[in-house]
């Protein structure tokens, strides 16, 4: 079987390590990784596949030594700038980010969903916003058997999704808590409300507002109509996936004080009726879902338990009883795996087979 040369770009960051994490995990037939940052992080090491790897700083000549595949994770301008360099030299770009998703020459691809999108590449593949991926291995199932007429997104986002320094905002706010809520127990126990006054004294690296004890209705930059470009984002997406260019969806997204993991309540309207019992079967079998949804006894996805793995995990599955034809379901996945690590290396995972056949 041939074997293939990867590079992959942004690995020192949250969704590049992940990137690796899976690569050691599936074992592709790949002979030679190459692993690239910035310029701060050249020389730095990490532990790969059993060995010591460099990081090399990426730049113009980085592709010159020729490489099948690369995986791209370092945010949209490293992308724009070097994703058609690597290209031009014969290396399949999967770019996670949101630079080129919506140019009509680049496949967005979710393997579960459009798998057949993948050979129509012109040398880069897009890899969906996170809460896009997982909405939609959700939703082409539905689709296919009762034709979707409209979509109500509402996310509730994981600060893993904003990189590195969300994580520490979040990390921060904690810790801030912990010193204030002590002082303020020790000078007012009989209250004992919470301290809304408390200083914050930490600075924040990410969001505008606190992100701990806060849900913020903003992720990405806001849009003239008013929308985020998170939401646009989702609404775009989901309509180039689903290959229906012009299906009614709206999207309400927002950053919560959860670690890992998005989780997504979504209203979906159909052409066609339906049996709620044929619904979730139709769920259970569809590919990347495991159905958690048993209320009885308190059977429901939820972020710390989707954590750690690439399904997409579907529960609270109920008409919605103010349409002819509608349910209301809860979604939910890890956005750092499925959302953005995984995906791409399944994307290269199909390619390394169908090349070999
Ligand atoms: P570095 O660690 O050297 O800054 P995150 O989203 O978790 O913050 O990670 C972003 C990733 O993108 C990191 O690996 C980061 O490398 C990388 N990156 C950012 N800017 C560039 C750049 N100009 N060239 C290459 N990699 C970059």
Known sequence: MK????????????????????????QLPISKYVL???????????????????INELNEHSFDEGFDFAIFSAGGETSKKYSPIAASKGCIVVD????????????????????????????????????????????????EKYQIKRIVYSTYQAVSGAGRNGVIDLENGIKNHI???????????ITNKPNFNAQENYSLKKFPYPIFSNCLPHIDIFLENGYTKEEEKMINETRKILKHPNLRITATTVRVPVFNSHSE???????????????????????????????QNNIYPIATKASGYDYVFVGRIRRDESVIS????????????????????????????????
């Open 3 to 26: 074997k293939y040369k990867l590079a992959i770009v942004g690995a020192t960051g949250l969704v590049g390590r992940t990137v690796l994490k899976v690569l050691e995990e599936k």
């Open 36 to 54: 690239f940052a910035s310029k701060k992080s050249a020389g730095q090491k990490i532990h790969f596949m059993n060995t010591e790897y460099i």
């Open 96 to 143: 996670n980010s949101s630079a080129f998703r919506m140019d009509p020459n680049v496949p967005l691809v979710v393997p579960e969903v459009n798998p057949e999108e993948i050979q129509n590449h012109h040398g880069i593949i897009a890899n969906p916003n996170c809460s896009t991926i997982q909405a939609v291995v959700a939703l082409k199932p539905l689709d």
């Open 265 to 295: 309540s979504i209203n979906v309207e159909f052409e066609n009726s339906f049996h709620m019992r044929e619904l979730k079967e139709v769920l259970r079998n569809a590919p990347g879902i495991i159905l958690q949804d048993d209320i």
């Open 326 to 357: 509608g349910i209301n379901l809860w979604v939910v996945a890890d956005n750092i795996r499925k959302g953005a690590a995984s995906n791409a290396v399944q994307i290269v995972e199909k390619m390394c087979y169908q090349h070999s056949n």
């Open 179 to 189: 010193i204030n809520k002590s002082d303020f127990s020790n000078c007012n126990e």
